[in-house]
């Protein structure tokens, strides 16, 4: 059985900093396209990053230079690190793990930043 668990979510004031963490069960993350979602309330969910299998690393314009995707092989787990942090970030944060024809998500993580 796949899972995938996010964690690290919190409240924290804006400028500061949050570590997400992601950590799969029953798939090798190393082998998979890895992906960080967001949703706010009312609104669509957002691809926030992307780390592929070999490493390459995409990010949204509305994080580039403040959120670094990185993964650790050995623990099966994908981070996102994230600082600067504005309130327009809070939303509940998904991982989603991506090899066709593999499609999986974890539950979120809320983040919320005050202001």
């Known amino acids: 059985q796949v899972q995938l668990v996010e964690s690290g979510g919190g409240l924290v004031q804006a400028g500061g900093s949050l570590r997400l963490s992601c950590a799969a069960s029953g798939i090798i993350s190393s082998i998979h396209t890895m992906r960080w979602y967001r949703q706010a309330p009312g609104k669509q969910r957002e691809l926030v990053a992307t780390?592929?299998?070999?490493?390459?690393?995409v990010y949204a314009d509305s994080v580039k230079g403040r959120f670094t995707i990185s993964r650790d092989n050995a623990k099966n787990t994908v981070y996102l690190q994230m600082i600067s942090l504005k309130p327009e970030d809070t939303a509940r944060y998904y991982c989603?793990?991506?090899?066709?024809?593999?499609?999986?998500w974890g539950q979120g993580t809320q983040v919320t930043v005050s202001s």
């Open positions: 989603n793990a991506w090899r066709t024809p593999s499609d999986y």
């Open positions: 780390i592929s299998s070999g490493g390459i690393t």
